[in-house]
Antibody
Framework: EVQLVESGGGLVQPGGSLRLSCAAS????????MHWVRQAPGKGLEYVSA????????YYANSVKGRFTISRDNSKNTLYLQMGSLRAEDMAVYYC????????????WGQGTLVTVSS | AIQLTQSPSSLSASVGDRVTITCRAS??????LAWYQQKPGKAPKLLIY???SLESGVPSRFSGSGSGTDFTLTISSLQPEDFATYYC?????????FGGGTKVEIK
């Protein structure tokens, strides 16, 4: 069974940093591109960042470029999102998602982890 | 970035109704479009990928169509468990983008 489990969310002050993790199981993690998607309270979905299966290519939303870094450790079956210079508008539930191979979609999502940015 | 405009933003419908949601892209995206269903407090669930392919396990009352800039999600006969928010997403160009969502409520 495919499982994606996020962790690392919590309360952080504006300007602070946080690292999210997404532990994957039930599939060959190193064969799949992985993405982060977020959802602010009461709002819609927003793409955040993407990484290729081998980690060689990364992409970011303009809103987080230069502040967030996506990475992965295929030996640990884990995806990461290092977030820095956090702002109030970064407050959201952060989901990791697996990209359906050869298709345009996310076929599995984690349960999400809440990041609260407040002083 | 490619803008995705969903309409309507909300709708009220009854069980058994046929429901159609549209998603318009600001530029052509071929068939690189997905549809998701999200219920409160839950992660989104994939319904349709590549604009018209039904994800495994998703009921056949859901269907997707379109290519280029205009896309449609249709629920042929609305069921009680279908009341939720629906999102489209384009995969043609980075940064990927989502539509604003369509909330389907009970009439």
């Amino acid at each position: 069974e495919v499982q994606l489990v996020e962790s690392g969310g919590g309360l952080v002050q504006p300007g602070g940093s946080l690292r999210l993790s997404c532990a994957a199981s039930g599939f060959t993690f190193s064969s799949y591109a992985m993405h982060w998607v977020r959802q602010a309270p009461g709002k819609g979905l927003e793409y955040v960042s993407a990484i290729s299966s081998n980690g060689g290519s990364t992409y970011y939303a303009n809103s987080v470029k230069g502040r967030f870094t996506i990475s992965r450790d295929n030996s640990k079956n884990t995806l990461y999102l290092q977030m820095g210079s956090l702002r109030a508008e970064d407050m959201a539930v952060y989901y990791c998602a697996r990209v359906l191979q050869g298709a345009a979609a996310y076929d599995y999502w984690g349960q999400g982890t809440l990041v609260t940015v407040s002083s | 970035a490619i803008q995705l405009t969903q309409s309507p933003s909300s709708l009220s419908a009854s069980v058994g109704d046929r429901v159609t949601i549209t998603c318009r892209a600001s530029q052509g995206i071929s068939s690189a479009l997905a549809w998701y269903q999200q219920k409160p407090g839950k992660a989104p669930k994939l319904l349709i990928y590549d604009a018209s392919s039904l994800e495994s396990g998703v009921p056949s009352r859901f269907s997707g169509s379109g290519s280029g800039t205009d896309f449609t999600l249709t629920i042929s006969s609305l069921q009680p468990e279908d009341f939720a928010t629906y999102y489209c997403q384009q995969f043609n160009n980075y940064p990927l983008t989502f539509g604003g969502g369509t909330k389907v409520e009970i009439k």
